[in-house]
Structures are given as C-alpha cells and as structure tokens.
C-alpha cells in the first residue's frame, strides 16, 4: 500500500511541477496551443498573473515531496493529507469556475492518494 501512496503523491507532485513550469515559462508560448478559448490578445497582459500561480503550485510540489523525506509516520501521513488537501481543494474551485476537466487532472488524483492514506 505504501508503494500505492508513494507513486500516486509523486504523480501529483510532477503534474505540479509541469503547472509550475508551465505557467511561470511557458504561458505566452504554450498556453495559446493549450487554452484555445483564451482571447490571445491576453497572454502576454496576464503573465504576471500565471507566473504567480505556477509559483503556488511550485510550493504545493514541494510540500508533497518532502513528504518523501519525513522520517516520523505520523508527520509524514499529516503533511501529505495537509498538501494533498491544498491540492485537492484548488482543483475542485478550479472545475467549478474555469474548467471541468481540472477535476480529473488536479483534484482526482490528490483525492485518491488521500484514500490510500487513509484506507491504510
């Protein structure tokens, strides 16, 4: 089971990491291939505001993977749940104000690494 967690939280901590590399470098460039309803005229503007939510999700990354390193169970078990939850939370407001799909790529999988903690 603990093999279960660790695979699902480092996925969830990669997919941060790409939203991380994505937002803060690459939003004006692959951003317009990705979110084809967003007028194109406002990437360049809203860089800025990209860049800060790749940041955010660039700490979210991080707390997950220092779970990684924790030696105390119970630590371990209560940072993951905490940044799981962080991550879990951001994907359900994003579903239900930008886009739907947001809760099977953000939201889902922190969901799931919960249970498996849980369920343990």
């Known amino acids: ?13 990669l997919l ?3 939203f991380l590399w994505f937002e803060m470098f690459a939003w004006t460039t692959r951003g317009r291939k990705i979110f084809k309803k967003f ?9 800025p505001l990209a860049a ?9 990354a991080a707390g997950l ?3 990684f390193f924790i030696q105390n ?8 749940l905490f940044f799981l939850g962080c991550v879990t939370v951001a994907g359900i407001y994003g579903a239900l104000t930008a886009d739907k799909k947001i ?3 953000q939201a889902l999988p922190a969901l799931i690494a919960v249970l498996l903690i849980l369920m343990r």
Request: glycine share 6%.
């Open 1 to 13: 089971m603990q093999i279960a967690i660790y695979i699902v939280i480092g996925i969830v901590a």
């Open 16 to 18: 941060h990491l790409y």
């Open 39 to 47: 007028p194109p005229e406002l990437f360049e503007p809203t860089k």
């Open 52 to 60: 800060n939510q790749g940041l955010y999700n660039g700490f979210l």
């Open 65 to 67: 993977i220092w779970t």
């Open 73 to 80: 169970p119970s630590w371990k078990d209560n940072i993951a």
């Open 103 to 105: 809760f099977f790529v």
